[in-house]
């Protein structure tokens, strides 16, 4: 199966901009998504196609991949960003998603 | 408005058998391909399988592959999850997932039922 990594964590102050990355070997030859999840949550999509935000999301969230390494932006970080993220590629018919990453707004 | 219910999930032994069911609304069901993911207690997310949106293709993790079978019935707008010779390790909130138009995520979740796995 195909690997993702994410770092466990990421911390960052409100306000300021959290980058949370996925990599995988050629990622940028696929689309990677990411979700959102708060705890007892379901998981929303926030970026799709690598780059483009679902209605309703806000736009301080934005996401880019190429090369190896996707990564989700957030800027101007609210106490309400915090959650687990987990990137997501597609193969094939397959799916496979990053281990997630705890973002903590402190 | 997209609405996606599961049920069935339950206690089981290992070993056993249960069918979990994704209820599906707001939506033109048969359009659309399908999804289950699970995700066991504080973990992440896994992918579980997927069928297309007229059911003739169908595709398993390795790790479920060969005792789960994703099913769709178009006609009632629901889609299903066979799970036999469950294991210990199965033990997840299962969530049943809709395909973005474009492909490639998942726009709409369910809100998961649990299937605890354990004697």
């Known amino acids: 199966s195909y690997e993702l990594t994410q770092p466990p964590s990421v911390s960052v102050s409100p306000g300021q901009t959290a980058s949370i990355t996925c990599s995988g070997d050629k990622l940028g030859d696929r689309y990677v998504c990411w979700y959102q999840q708060k705890p007892g949550q379901s998981p929303v999509l926030v970026i799709y196609?690598?780059?483009k935000r679902p209605s309703g999301i806000p736009e301080r969230f934005s996401g880019s991949n190429s090369g190896n390494t996707a990564t989700l932006t957030i800027s101007g970080t609210q106490a309400l960003d915090e959650a687990d993220y987990y990137c997501?590629?597609?193969?094939?018919?397959?799916?496979?998603f990053g281990g997630g990453t705890k973002l903590t707004v402190l | 408005e997209v609405h996606l219910l599961e049920s069935g999930g339950g206690l089981v032994q290992p070993g056993g058998s249960l069918r979990v069911s994704c209820a599906a609304s707001g939506f033109t069901f048969s359009s659309y391909a399908m999804n289950w993911v699970r995700q066991a207690p504080g973990k992440g997310l896994e992918w579980v399988s997927a069928i297309s949106g007229s059911g003739g293709s169908t595709y398993y993790a390795d790790s479920v592959k060969g005792r789960c079978t994703i099913s769709r019935d178009n006609s009632k707008n629901t889609l299903y999850l066979q799970m036999n010779s469950l294991r210990v390790e199965d033990t997840a909130v299962y969530y049943c997932?809709?395909?973005?138009?474009?492909?490639?995520?998942?726009?709409?979740w369910g809100q998961g039922t649990l299937v605890t796995v354990s004697s």
């Open positions: 997932a809709k395909v973005h138009n474009y492909g490639n995520s998942f726009d709409y």
């Open positions: 997501q590629a597609w193969d094939s018919g397959t799916v496979d």
């Open positions: 196609q690598d780059f």
